[in-house]
């Protein structure tokens, strides 16, 4: 292993590995800045507003674990108000819904046309197979099979 091309070239293959190797490491923990894909849409982590805030220990889908995130310069997300049930007027609602009784002696519409409307599915009929040519069989003349067999051949 003192040859010294063989050298270089296991120093070459080391450097290779390491400088592909480098990002891979270097993205795994430490922080990471936010940053929404359409403006105006807010990323919502555990409650809090994450938009332009730094994370730190965000492993995503790389731990087999979870672990709670750091996040630092993020805002709680403030929900509006719930308005209650009741109206303002302090009334209870009414139940059901609105009927209003219109007059017995109002215009009646015009009576609407009879409609019938119906749907059929059903498969077709099978195409009928194609006449089979009639090809008589090849006739095979074998040795009955109640005679007893020869003897064993003699030796050569």
């Not at 749907?119 to 077709?124: G, H, K």
């Amino acid at each position: 292993m003192s040859d010294p091309f063989t050298l270089r070239r296991l120093a070459q293959a080391l450097a290779l590995l390491t400088m592909t190797a480098a990002p891979v490491f270097a993205e795994s923990g430490g922080r990471a800045i936010v940053i929404p894909g359409r403006p105006g849409v807010p990323i919502i982590i555990n409650g809090r507003d994450a938009s332009y805030a730094t994370i730190e220990g965000d492993w995503g889908l790389e731990s087999g674990n979870h672990v709670q995130p750091t996040i630092y310069g993020s805002r709680p997300v403030v929900y509006p108000e719930v308005g209650h049930y009741y109206p303002g007027s302090s009334r209870l609602p009414g139940y059901g819904r609105l009927e209003i009784e219109p007059p017995a002696d109002r215009k009646l519409p015009k009576p609407a046309e009879s409609f019938h409307q119906s749907w059929e599915v059903e498969s077709r009929p099978p195409q009928p197979a194609p006449p089979t040519p009639m090809i008589e069989p090849q006739v095979l003349i074998a040795p009955p099979f109640d005679e007893p067999r020869p003897g064993p051949r003699p030796y050569r």
